[in-house]
């Protein structure tokens, strides 16, 4: 392959995209005087921080033309660009109306002719646009898929899409995307519809609902199926919320029969086929012994031709030898990335590249000469030759067991260094192989990031996540414990300079670790933490206004009735007393998923133990931060306040190599 014959187009589109505004952020400079170290942080920041680029990119069925959805910060654009010339044009721009609050933008874009796509707009309409930029008919709501012809070679004409009605009931049509004619395909099943799977001709065949009961346990979701739209439904299974149960994932030809996305049997998530008739699960179609099953790809014929899992870094493992050598031919000459192809394997193929030192860039790949050509980037302000690489390793936990992580290092020489234990929230969750702000700014400022994986991440199988419930402070956080202690013993971190930093459930583990194990941290970070367990069962929050929130926080966290002790037993609120470091917290004053009470009782407990703590309220913010000027306020604080407590950071590098964990292929059947 041909990788030095790159053809950049993203001056042209930077150029459109940023055209109706003068400032991505509009963020005012902040009042107090930065030191020299800290103002060469805050340009870093910045630098990361510039919004622009491009979202969403999509090829044409010919090949011909690209559809890319781009943002500048303040609102979106669909751009056009000739995938052949390279030239490109602004084919919707942001609309302001009189009688609309917000400014009207495309947000997502669907090809469903060579020459018109469906294009889903923020006002909650999808309109058939063509390249004369013009809003045409409004097919819906929001665009689903388009529905295959009967004969090959015809253009497909049909399409899904879905509305919205009173209660959030979803109303699902079929849409002839020129003419306009409209089907209702009624679901007339009890419950919320949180899947709907078609066959080819467009029928809705299998569902999934869920089900609660108004003030009381009980939450239960459910499959169904029919054999046609004529048909009844039959309920092939049903189970709480908070078990496992397979999900319907495709109909093949044959009758009455399913795609399922099913653990059952097994560790992780794998695809198999489903009996109708007999009500079981039959063949394994395509699985991975130790990593989830994230995406599938199947030929007109329904066979497998590619299968995507994610360990510690996603992989891509295609059936088809022409795919697979294509996919070989980019890996090769993209290296140490993650390179996603989709479009024509004996045409034009659009690749998204992504890794620990780049946010992602759009390239084509023409299969004939076998030339890549790079389109633009996902984030226009990264210089990724100045990012740091981020490692895969695994550790053992206390009673043994495996436990994944990241670790990112700084430049310089190989030393124990300062450490940031960056702890993710959910906490059945994760982090990613990728290029993340939070982990580069840190890296950027002369600290390590260190991510544990502690039991109870998700994406590690059941067996792994399971461990981690109901273990709130108690073996999830043993896990933490064991990672610094292995990052020290193997000079990666110096132990008098260790800090420990989490949001939503990773600034409960934060604050907690600074209770369970003050010998290792010289300060602690909450962002929009849990600061009390018990106060999660009876705060306002948006989980506890949801059956399925309070069901799942009784299975997974744990029962108040019965377990209340044990609650306050790990509380960081409860026993900030035994907090002797500083502590950070932020929290938006809007936040739902953990209001910002739990902070402020936090900061209360601190002060009245003479606690030292530094305090940072976002106003409008959510369960989170969302503005640029927000997060630069808070990470140029972040920065400073690590710098008080274990810095300035010293000028250190990578360690010795660490253990990787060993990859193995998936099995794969059709």
Same mark, same amino acid.
């Given at each position: 392959?041909?990788?030095?014959?790159?053809?950049?187009?993203?001056?042209?589109?930077?150029?459109?995209?940023?055209?109706?505004?003068?400032?991505?952020?509009?963020?005012?400079?902040?009042?107090?005087?930065?030191?020299?170290?800290?103002?060469?942080?805050?340009?870093?920041?910045?630098?990361?921080?510039?919004?622009?680029?491009?979202?969403?990119?999509?090829?044409?069925?010919?090949?011909?033309?690209?559809?890319?959805?781009?943002?500048?910060?303040?609102?979106?654009?669909?751009?056009?660009?000739?995938?052949?010339?390279?030239?490109?044009?602004?084919?919707?721009?942001?609309?302001?109306?009189?009688?609309? #609050?917000?400014?009207?933008?495309?947000?997502?874009?669907?090809?469903?002719?060579? &020459? @018109? =796509?469906? *294009?889903?707009?923020? %006002? !909650?309409?999808?309109?058939?646009?063509?390249?004369?930029?013009?809003?045409?008919?409004?097919?819906?709501?929001?665009?689903?898929?388009?529905?295959?012809?009967?004969?090959?070679?015809?253009?497909?004409?049909?399409?899904?899409?879905?509305?919205?009605?009173?209660?959030?009931?979803?109303?699902?049509?079929?849409?002839?995307?020129?003419?306009?004619?409209?089907?209702?395909?009624?679901?007339?099943?009890?419950?919320?519809?949180?899947?709907?799977?078609?066959?080819?001709?467009?029928?809705?065949?299998?569902?999934?609902?869920?089900?609660?009961?108004?003030?009381?346990?009980?939450?239960?979701?459910?499959?169904?199926?029919?054999?046609?739209?004529?048909?009844?439904?039959?309920?092939?299974?049903?189970?709480?919320? #908070?078990?496992?149960?397979?999900?319907?994932?495709?109909?093949?030809?044959?009758? &009455? @029969? =399913?795609? *399922?996305?099913?653990? %059952? !049997?097994?560790?992780?998530?794998?695809?198999?086929?489903?009996?109708?008739?007999?009500?079981?699960?039959?063949?394994?179609?395509?699985?991975?012994?130790?990593?989830?099953?994230?995406?599938?790809?199947?030929?007109?014929?329904?066979?497998?031709?590619?299968?995507?899992?994610?360990?510690?870094?996603?992989?891509?493992?295609?059936?088809?030898?022409?795919?697979?050598?294509?996919?070989?031919?980019?890996?090769?000459?993209?290296?140490?990335?993650?390179?996603?192809?989709?479009?024509?394997?004996?045409?034009?193929?659009?690749?998204?590249?992504?890794?620990?030192?780049?946010?992602?860039?759009?390239?084509?790949?023409?299969?004939?000469?076998?030339?890549?050509?790079?389109?633009?980037?996902?984030?226009?302000?990264?210089?990724?030759?100045?990012?740091?690489?981020?490692?895969?390793?695994?550790?053992?936990?206390?009673?043994?067991?495996?436990?994944?992580?990241?670790?990112?290092?700084?430049?310089?020489?190989?030393?124990?260094?300062?450490?940031?234990?960056?702890?993710?929230?959910?906490?059945?969750?994760?982090?990613?192989?990728?290029?993340?702000?939070?982990?580069?700014?840190?890296?950027?400022?002369?600290?390590?990031?260190?991510?544990?994986?502690?039991?109870?991440?998700?994406?590690?199988?059941?067996?792994?996540?399971?461990?981690?419930?109901?273990?709130?402070?108690?073996?999830?956080?043993?896990?933490?414990?064991?990672?610094?202690?292995?990052?020290?013993?193997?000079?990666?971190?110096?132990?008098?300079?260790?800090?420990?930093?989490?949001?939503?459930?990773?600034?409960?583990?934060?604050?907690?670790?600074?209770?369970?194990?003050?010998?290792?941290?010289?300060?602690?970070?909450?962002?929009?933490?849990?600061?009390?367990?018990?106060?999660?069962?009876?705060?306002?929050?948006?989980?506890?206004?949801?059956?399925?929130?309070?069901?799942?926080?009784?299975?997974?966290?744990?029962?108040?009735?019965?377990?209340?002790?044990?609650?306050?037993?790990?509380?960081?609120?409860?026993?900030?007393?035994?907090?002797?470091?500083?502590?950070?917290?932020?929290?938006?004053?809007?936040?739902?998923?953990?209001?910002?009470?739990?902070?402020?009782?936090?900061?209360?407990?601190?002060?009245?133990?003479?606690?030292?703590?530094?305090?940072?309220?976002?106003?409008?913010?959510?369960?989170?931060?969302?503005?640029?000027?927000?997060?630069?306020?808070?990470?140029?604080?972040?920065?400073?306040?690590?710098?008080?407590?274990?810095?300035?950071?010293?000028?250190?590098?990578?360690?010795?190599?660490?253990?990787?964990?060993?990859?193995?292929?998936?099995?794969?059947?059709?």
């Amino acid at each position: 392959m041909n990788a030095g014959k790159v053809r950049r187009i993203a001056a042209a589109i930077l150029v459109t995209a940023v055209a109706t505004a003068t400032s991505a952020s509009g963020a005012e400079e902040a009042s107090t005087e930065l030191t020299p170290r800290m103002t060469g942080t805050r340009k870093i920041i910045d630098g990361m921080l510039d919004p622009r680029g491009v979202e969403e990119m999509t090829l044409a069925p010919d090949g011909k033309h690209l559809a890319a959805i781009v943002w500048n910060g303040l609102s979106r654009s669909l751009l056009l660009i000739d995938a052949e010339t390279s030239g490109a044009r602004v084919l919707v721009e942001p609309e302001v109306r009189s009688n609309w #609050t917000a400014t009207i933008q495309p947000i997502r874009a669907h090809w469903i002719a060579n &020459d @018109s =796509l469906a *294009v889903d707009f923020n %006002d !909650g309409k999808c309109a058939v646009v063509g390249f004369d930029g013009r809003r045409g008919l409004v097919l819906g709501d929001h665009f689903v898929r388009m529905i295959s012809p009967d004969t090959p070679g015809e253009p497909a004409q049909w399409a899904i899409v879905g509305e919205e009605g009173l209660f959030h009931d979803t109303h699902i049509h079929r849409v002839n995307v020129v003419s306009g004619d409209k089907v209702d395909l009624p679901v007339g099943l009890p419950g919320e519809l949180v899947n709907a799977v078609f066959d080819r001709k467009g029928q809705l065949r299998a569902a999934t609902t869920r089900e609660t009961k108004w003030l009381a346990h009980g939450a239960t979701v459910t499959n169904w199926y029919r054999h046609d739209e004529h048909s009844p439904w039959q309920q092939l299974a049903q189970a709480p919320v #908070t078990e496992d149960l397979w999900r319907p994932l495709g109909i093949p030809d044959e009758s &009455d @029969s =399913l795609v *399922v996305l099913s653990r %059952d !049997g097994r560790d992780t998530w794998a695809m198999v086929d489903y009996d109708v008739a007999t009500r079981r699960l039959t063949d394994l179609r395509v699985g991975h012994p130790t990593e989830d099953l994230i995406g599938t790809e199947e030929d007109a014929r329904q066979n497998v031709i590619r299968a995507m899992t994610h360990g510690l870094k996603p992989s891509t493992y295609w059936f088809d030898a022409r795919w697979d050598m294509l996919q070989r031919s980019v890996d090769k000459a993209l290296p140490d990335a993650v390179n996603v192809l989709r479009g024509d394997s004996h045409g034009r193929v659009l690749v998204l590249s992504y890794s620990d030192r780049d946010a992602g860039r759009w390239l084509t790949l023409d299969t004939t000469s076998m030339t890549l050509h790079e389109v633009a980037h996902l984030k226009f302000g990264i210089d990724a030759a100045a990012m740091r690489p981020m490692q895969t390793l695994t550790y053992a936990a206390d009673d043994g067991l495996k436990i994944p992580a990241y670790l990112t290092l700084p430049d310089g020489p190989a030393q124990p260094r300062p450490m940031v234990v960056f702890l993710h929230g959910g906490p059945v969750a994760r982090d990613e192989w990728g290029w993340d702000f939070d982990v580069q700014a840190l890296a950027a400022a002369g600290y390590a990031v260190f991510q544990p994986q502690f039991r109870g991440s998700a994406g590690f199988g059941r067996k792994f996540e399971e461990a981690g419930y109901r273990q709130w402070g108690l073996a999830m956080h043993d896990d933490v414990t064991a990672g610094v202690k292995a990052m020290i013993a193997r000079g990666v971190a110096d132990p008098a300079r260790i800090c420990i930093y989490g949001a939503s459930y990773g600034g409960y583990a934060a604050l907690w670790g600074l209770v369970k194990t003050p010998e290792l941290y010289r300060c602690g970070v909450s962002l929009s933490g849990v600061t009390d367990i018990g106060e999660r069962f009876s705060d306002w929050s948006d989980t506890n206004s949801s059956e399925v929130g309070r069901e799942w926080m009784r299975f997974a966290i744990g029962d108040m009735n019965t377990m209340a002790a044990q609650f306050d037993a790990v509380s960081p609120e409860k026993h900030a007393r035994q907090i002797r470091v500083p502590v950070l917290l932020a929290h938006g004053t809007d936040d739902r998923r953990v209001p910002i009470g739990h902070s402020k009782r936090m900061e209360s407990a601190l002060k009245s133990s003479h606690g030292t703590v530094e305090t940072h309220w976002y106003e409008r913010e959510g369960h989170g931060l969302s503005t640029i000027a927000d997060i630069r306020d808070f990470e140029v604080a972040l920065v400073d306040f690590l710098d008080r407590n274990i810095g300035p950071a010293s000028s250190v590098a990578p360690a010795a190599p660490l253990a990787t964990a060993a990859a193995s292929a998936p099995v794969a059947k059709h």
